[in-house]
């Protein structure tokens, strides 16, 4: 029974890797602080929880001390909250990403896997993005979760650390929070429908994202803590390679809908995912009409 570490494990994808990871037989450990809340449904009994900030080395590392994975999920996420509080965010998804890999490294752990984000693209001219592009973040967010993965590069080549980044894109599906960092737009449109609101479309509408299913996500890191042909550092996409507009979504929701002011984000996201095909083995296998229609059963939407 090997020992792993979900950093972020009571959040909304950190979750669902820890029944993964139950569900095949790891001693989990869960290190959170519940800066998003307590969701029970969230809480996998099987695991042991630690309530800590990875901001704090000295209680993160005796909890990494001696982990055989460590999965890095934990972040104060949200492009619009970082833009209002870059010092807190920064010192979440920098420094403590920096403790995290610090406490890995010398507990002798031996691959850490971390949640890198799309927004680290920012606008591109080119679709799909891949990951040659040269990052161009918009937000502090996007830039924070980049910085990471040269720390995660960085750890690899000088500390000897094995160290993967996963780049998500747009996640949802079961147990989101639909006022949370990952509801986006198809989590907002659900509770609205569940109230008998309109769906608030920002913009015109055609604005597309790339929508990934969790469970998709969650193989995803588990096929990166074992593929041979990553540990140095690399960036990989997972992104389903199929984006779609906001429009469409709302369409999928149904209901009706106005139309608000658009935001600073960028217009299209689009995964190039050969890499991930390439590299991990891995490919997605939700589509998004599936998953909106397994989310609308889930929450009484017919």
Same mark, same amino acid.
């Given at each position: 029974m090997a020992k792993v570490v979900v950093t972020g494990g009571a959040g909304f994808i950190g979750s669902h890797i820890v029944d993964a990871l139950v569900g095949r037989g790891d001693e989990v450990h869960v290190i959170d602080n519940y800066a998003a809340g307590r969701f029970d449904e969230r809480t996998n009994p099987r695991a042991t929880?630690?309530?800590? /900030?990875?901001?704090?080395?000295?209680?993160?590392?005796?909890?990494?001390?001696?982990?055989?994975? &460590?999965?890095?999920?934990?972040?104060?996420?949200? &492009?619009?909250?970082?833009?209002?509080h870059p010092l807190d965010t920064s010192s979440v998804n920098i420094m403590g990403t920096i403790n995290v890999l610090r406490a890995a490294h010398l507990g002798g752990v031996k691959r850490l896997v971390y949640a890198a984000s799309s927004s680290a693209y920012g606008d591109q001219a080119i679709l799909p993005l891949s990951e040659d592009l040269p990052p161009m973040p918009k937000s502090p967010y996007g830039l924070q979760k980049h910085v990471g993965e040269l720390l995660c590069r960085m750890w690899s080549g000088v500390y000897g650390l094995p160290t993967v980044s996963l780049r998500y894109f747009n996640v949802y599906g079961p147990r989101f929070d639909p006022e949370g960092a990952y509801a986006l737009v198809i989590g907002k449109f659900l509770k609205q429908r569940v109230e008998g609101k309109p769906l608030t479309i920002t913009g015109d509408g055609t604005q597309t994202r790339d929508f990934t299913h969790v469970s998709d996500v969650v193989r995803a890191n588990l096929l990166a803590a074992e593929s041979p042909k990553v540990g140095k550092g690399e960036v990989v996409n997972i992104g389903a390679g199929n984006n779609v507009s906001v429009n469409t979504i709302a369409g999928l929701i149904e209901g009706p809908s106005v139309h608000i002011e658009p935001r600073l984000e960028p217009h /299209?996201?689009?995964? /190039?995912?050969?890499?991930?095909?390439?590299?991990?083995?891995?490919?997605?296998?939700?589509?998004? /009409?599936?998953?909106?229609?397994?989310l609308k059963k889930e929450m009484g939407v017919e």
């Open positions: 929880y630690h309530e800590e /900030d990875i901001r704090e080395y000295d209680t993160l590392a005796p909890i990494l001390e001696g982990a055989e994975l &460590v999965f890095h999920e934990a972040a104060l996420p949200r &492009v619009q909250f970082s833009i209002e /299209d996201t689009r995964a /190039d995912n050969r890499k991930a095909r390439e590299l991990l083995g891995w490919e997605p296998r939700i589509r998004i /009409d599936e998953g909106i229609a397994e």
